[in-house]
């Protein structure tokens, strides 16, 4: 508790005839409240995001972003090999069946 609020509480129970002890009793109550909400914030406060959480979060993001586009990419090309190898196959299938039509008239 603040120096300033524990001498006003001393003041108070002085000015309505509280015994020391009972004075001294009841700052050490309002003491004890004071440390366990200040413990109670200390807790709450690790629940949410510093500066430096948030730096650390958008760097995180902005690293896994990359690898996302690197991944994407790489399908990308994997995808146009495999429409390309396909169309190659068809043109050899078509190419080949011409021919083997055109040899089949031929005989």
């Known amino acids: 508790m603040q120096a300033t609020l524990k001498s006003k509480v001393s003041e108070i129970f002085t000015e309505y005839n509280f015994s020391k002890e009972d004075a001294g009793f ?3 109550v ?3 409240i004071d440390n ?3 413990e109670k914030f200390q807790v709450s406060k690790e629940l949410f995001l510093t500066q430096k959480d948030k730096v ?3 760097e995180r993001i902005d690293n896994v972003k990359v690898e996302l586009i690197e991944r994407i990419e790489s399908v990308k090309i ?3 090999k495999a429409i390309f190898t396909a169309g190659i196959i068809q043109l050899l299938a078509i190419v080949g069946s011409g021919l083997a039509i055109i040899n ?3 005989k």
Do not use: K
Request: glycine share 0%; no cysteine.
């Open 26 to 28: 009841i700052s050490e």
């Open 30 to 32: 309002l003491s004890e």
């Open 36 to 38: 366990r909400q200040d």
């Open 56 to 58: 650390e979060l958008i």
């Open 78 to 80: 994997d995808i146009y």
């Open 104 to 106: 089949f008239i031929r």
